[in-house]
Nanobody, 128 residues
């Protein structure tokens, strides 16, 4: 079975950095996209960044553009989310998800319904 394992969350002070990892196991598709989402208490799940395996194309939400960087190591089937200049508003549970629906992904890269499978979340807490 395909599994996504997100890790790297923790507690950090405002202005600090964290790097999240999402490892995809048992995945045999040549092309897919990995997305990062987050959900804060009482708020809807928000798509924040995504990367396509085949060509490395990326998308970012305006809320994280310039502060977060997504990258991938295809050999390790792992996607990273480097988060810098963290703010208390970034506090949330962060999830990674995968989709093979590339045509849909190209039109809706940060929409949760685009993604087929989800990993468990990892908590990120930013203190002020």
């Amino acid at each position: 079975d395909v599994q996504l394992q997100a890790s790297g969350g923790g507690l950090v002070q405002a202005g600090g950095s964290l790097r999240l990892s999402c490892a995809v196991s048992e995945f045999v598709f040549d092309d897919y996209a990995i997305g990062w989402f987050r959900q804060a208490p009482g708020k809807e799940r928000e798509g924040i960044s995504t990367i396509r395996r085949s060509d490395g194309s990326t998308y970012y939400a305006d809320s994280v553009k310039g502060r977060f960087t997504i990258s991938s190591d295809n050999a390790k089937k792992t996607v990273y989310l480097q988060m810098s200049s963290l703010e208390p508003e970034d506090t949330a549970v962060y999830y990674c998800a995968v989709t093979v629906l590339i045509r849909l992904w190209m039109s809706a890269p940060l929409v949760a319904q685009t993604y087929d499978m989800w990993g468990q979340g990892t908590q990120v807490t930013v203190s002020s």
